[in-house]
């Protein structure tokens, strides 16, 4: 990510993938992705947030602060209050929209953005990565002008939603054609975000109506099942998300309900995907609750996928995925597809998939592996190799930045919350072999209530006669 002034425009920037004339890497034929740059550049900017609270490094303060400004700008380029746009560039060398000029959503800026281009059209999962990844910037890094202009922008952008039935308007103040509803986790996270950073009652009481309002079809709309096998990019969305509703409710009865809902309907269909990313959002949430089952495994095949990252350049190429086991449903869905309508097959898509993910260097490398299936069993259809095309990393860095940051880099059980004394337990309740209460009578017991069935001592000694009486003068019954 660059940013430069032209002449008397404002300086623009944001994250994108280039294109070169050779594998040499020196001179860029032309810039792409523009169309989700509000997306990557916030996530690149959470990394480098999340490098500078790991290090101090003043290069990713840098960073961080350059990608808020260019956030800036995606919104003010549009010239309507509240609205954000995909991307800004100039308009005097051409590198920077040979590949999007064509679309419906370029347009050309006005104003003091004169001499530059933007994308309009803007979409649910662009407001997915400027709300949340704000809000991990705002929390990470100490800058005050910069918190100050983050929750200028996250206040202006929450009242257009908020008064406007929760829908992207554009321009003409009519709703996008992409994905312009903002619901269900997408609500909820939005919500407490403004509620965290401008910290009014106000903006709690938005939090809590939200909340109530949303909380009944949350199960519905959380449903991860169809991304599994279809727009699998959502699930990166849900996990956004979730990743900041498990960060910053602080109300334990709700966090709880949330995850419940995360746990069922959403973690079932990622867990078996080697999506290190994903695993650090579940491992963030189930932590606060104590609630974590098979943490350390979770963490050491996080730090064996992130091995498997290629090394730069970080350009497409094509793999061969080894044979693997066929996913039932998949099978199912795709023999169901054949017998539907060409026009259906067409739009519904649906693939043979492995049961279990790949393994990442198994897999064909794109623009973010988070949003990108680990289930496909064959690449495609972009060309088998095209090592000009460099891809940002930015997917990479999320996982890496996020793992150190939480220690989930260094493979370690979870403890469970208080009241369980097992030395290496990481449930709810104590995972001592012979042990059936919600409390903890192993040797070290510290519970106020047993389960013995006779004993009814109010502090347990585990060392009741048969007879059900509590005699510590009888042999063995030292309280231990």
């Given at each position: ?242 990743f900041t509703i498990f960060r910053l409710e602080p109300d334990e ?96 898509g649906f693939e043979l998939q492995a049961k279990q993910g790949y ?97 009814d001592d109010a502090a347990d000694d585990d060392n009741d006669d ?15």
């Amino acid at each position: 990510m660059s940013r430069r002034r032209y002449g008397t425009c404002p300086p623009t920037g944001g994250l994108v993938q280039n294109v070169y004339t050779d594998t040499t890497y020196t001179e860029i034929l032309y810039y792409r992705g523009q169309g989700d740059s509000t997306m990557w550049t916030s996530t690149y900017g959470a990394t480098q947030a999340l490098r500078y609270a790991v290090t101090g490094e003043a290069a990713a303060k840098a960073n961080t602060i350059a990608v808020v400004e260019t956030l800036r700008d995606h919104l003010r380029v549009t010239r309507t209050e509240g609205y954000v746009g995909r991307y800004v560039g100039p308009l005097d060398n051409p590198i920077f929209w040979l590949d999007v000029f064509q679309l419906d959503e370029f347009r050309y800026g006005e104003g003091i953005w004169l001499g530059t281009f933007y994308l309009s059209n803007s979409s649910s999962d662009q407001y997915d990565g400027f709300f949340n990844n704000l809000a991990t910037i705002y929390d990470l890094v100490d800058d005050a002008a910069t918190r100050q202009l983050i929750k200028s922008m996250i206040k202006e952008v929450i009242d257009k939603l908020a008064a406007n039935r929760w829908l992207i308007l554009n321009e003409e103040g009519l709703p996008t054609t992409a994905a312009p509803q903002i619901a269900g986790s997408e609500r909820i996270s939005f919500a407490l975000i403004a509620a965290h950073i401008i910290d009014t009652p106000e903006y709690w009481q938005l939090y809590e109506d939200v909340y109530e309002d949303q909380i009944q079809t949350l199960p519905f709309s959380s449903v991860a099942f169809w991304n599994r096998y279809t727009e699998y990019f959502a699930m990166n969305l849900k996990h956004l998300n979730y990743f900041t509703i498990f960060r910053l409710e602080p109300d334990e009865e709700r966090l709880r309900e949330l995850f419940r809902i995360y746990m069922q309907k959403v973690r079932p269909w990622v867990e078996d995907g080697r999506q290190v990313y994903f695993d650090y959002v579940y491992l963030t949430g189930c932590e606060r609750l104590g609630v974590c089952e098979g943490s350390y495994g979770i963490m050491e095949r996080g730090v064996n996928s992130l091995h498997k990252f290629r090394e730069w350049p970080n350009v497409q190429w094509f793999v061969t995925p080894p044979p693997a086991e066929v996913d039932p449903i998949s099978q199912w869905l795709v023999d169901l597809q054949e017998k539907l309508p060409a026009f259906l097959q067409d739009l519904l898509g649906f693939e043979l998939q492995a049961k279990q993910g790949y393994d990442l260097d198994e897999r064909c490398i794109q623009d973010y592996m988070w949003q990108r299936s680990p289930y496909k069993m064959s690449c495609g259809p972009f060309p088998l190799d095209w090592p000009e095309h460099m891809l940002p990393g930015a997917d990479y860095l999320m996982a890496y930045w996020l793992g150190r940051h939480t220690g989930y880099l260094t493979p370690h059980d979870i403890d469970a919350p208080p009241g369980d004394d097992d030395d290496d337990n990481d449930d709810t309740t104590d995972d001592d072999a012979g042990d059936d209460d919600a409390g903890d009578d192993d040797a070290g017991d510290d519970d106020a209530a047993d389960d013995d069935t006779a004993d009814d001592d109010a502090a347990d000694d585990d060392n009741d006669d048969a007879a059900g009486s509590d005699d510590e003068s009888e042999q063995g019954g030292c309280g231990c």
